[in-house]
Antibody, heavy 121, light 110 residues
Framework: QVQLQESGPGLVKPSDTVSLTCAVS?????????WGWIRQPPGKGLEWIGY???????YYNPSLKSRASMSVDTSTNQFSLRLSSVTAVDTAVYYC??????????????WGQGTMVTVSS | QSALTQPASVSGSPGQSITISCTGT?????????VSWYQQHPGKAPQLIIY???YRPSGVSNRFSGSKSGNTASLTISGLQVEDEADYYC??????????FGTGTKVTVL
């Protein structure tokens, strides 16, 4: 079955860049889907970070002011997120998810379990 | 982009029906039939329960239904059950090809 699994450093220092990877199994990342990142600060709501198509086409949340960057590796069936100049407000659970393209546009029908990223010195 | 507006909390007794609203603008909710709803239990990842305003993914109970009027979408849970107690989020595709989530609603079963 389709599974998504996030991995990341857990703890990063302020002003650093955090890199997260999402490994997709049971489904080709080259299929017609957006591959997205969503985060959730402790006790707060969901925030869409952005998504990427396997061709490399990307869209990001304007509020992140170019700090976010995504990439895809079709050879390993993985996609990644880099978030630069992190501060305490970037502390959150980060989820990767499969999004619709021709159908389910804007919806995410498969999610990873999430990985906690804490920004602290 | 501003988050879609949802009530902070909604409650109901078992067997009752409740409705959660999700208000956006003509650039998101009102402009497209691409509103989705998610259910999230504590410590778990969100689960898609409604997409394209009113469609249910396979396996989702037909007690969940969605609708839209103008810039406001709604999720109705009928025959409320204890296991429906969770946080619910709406989301919408937007005019600039992004996605925006709602502020979230905590559903309590009395």
């Amino acid at each position: 079955q389709v599974q998504l699994q996030e991995s990341g450093p857990g703890l990063v220092k302020p002003s650093d860049t955090v890199s997260l990877t999402c490994a997709v199994s049971g489904y080709s990342i080259r299929s017609s889907n957006w591959w997205g990142w969503i985060r959730q600060p402790p006790g707060k709501g969901l925030e869409w970070i952005g998504y990427i198509y396997y061709s490399g086409n990307t869209y990001y949340n304007p509020s992140l002011k170019s700090r976010a960057s995504m990439s895809v590796d079709t050879s390993t069936n993985q996609f990644s997120l880099r978030l630069s100049s992190v501060t305490a407000v970037d502390t959150a659970v980060y989820y990767c998810a499969r999004g619709g393209y021709y159908t389910l546009l804007g919806a995410f029908d498969m999610w990873g379990q999430g990985t906690m990223v804490t920004v602290s010195s | 982009q501003s988050a879609l507006t949802q009530p902070a909390s909604v409650s109901g007794s078992p067997g009752q029906s409740i409705t959660i609203s999700c208000t956006g603008t003509s650039s998101d909710v009102g402009g497209y039939n691409y509103v989705s709803w998610y259910q999230q239990h504590p410590g778990k990842a969100p689960q898609l329960i409604i997409y394209d305003v009113s469609y249910r993914p396979s396996g989702v109970s037909n007690r969940f239904s969605g609708s839209k009027s103008g810039n406001t979408a709604s999720l109705t849970i009928s025959g409320l059950q204890v296991e429906d107690e969770a946080d619910y989020y709406c989301s919408s595709y937007t005019r600039i090809t992004t996605v925006v989530f709602g502020t979230g609603t905590k559903v309590t079963v009395l």
